[in-house]
């Protein structure tokens, strides 16, 4: 009911920058948010950024000052800028979005991207 089609990602020195974009599409009424998480190899899946229908952001503070998210409410479409990368930042990145499916009393619904690979050489 929800598919999340997401682009960017790829290979980038240190220091690089990389741009992530995430649209959603089905049988959606309403976003409540949108964000991004990473799972790194052999670490668990954690919050890089989110962001809300109302334009409230939330970082990981490993992420402040480097990343930035948007979100374009009409698109569905959520955008991560990604700068001054790390080889720590190397992971999957995944994404989510939550909100109403149908109607404004329709069921709610969370859903994940694929993902998209980011690696940052040193």
């Known amino acids: 009911q929800v598919r999340l089609v997401e682009s960017g990602g790829g290979l980038v020195q240190a220091g690089g920058s990389l741009s992530l974009s995430c649209a959603a599409s089905g049988m959606i009424f309403s976003v409540n948010a949108m964000g991004w998480y990473r799972q790194a190899p052999g670490k668990q899946r954690e919050l890089a950024a989110v962001i809300t229908s109302g334009g409230i952001t939330e970082y990981a503070d490993s992420v402040k000052g480097r990343f930035t998210i948007s979100l374009d409410n009409g698109k569905k479409t959520v955008y991560l800028q990604m700068n001054s990368l790390k080889p720590e930042d190397t992971a999957v990145y995944y994404c989510?979005?939550?909100?109403?499916?149908?109607?404004?009393?329709?069921?709610?619904?969370?859903?994940w991207g694929r993902g998209t690979e980011v690696t940052v050489s040193s």
């Open positions: 989510n979005v939550n909100g109403r499916l149908d109607s404004a009393y329709g069921p709610r619904f969370n859903s």
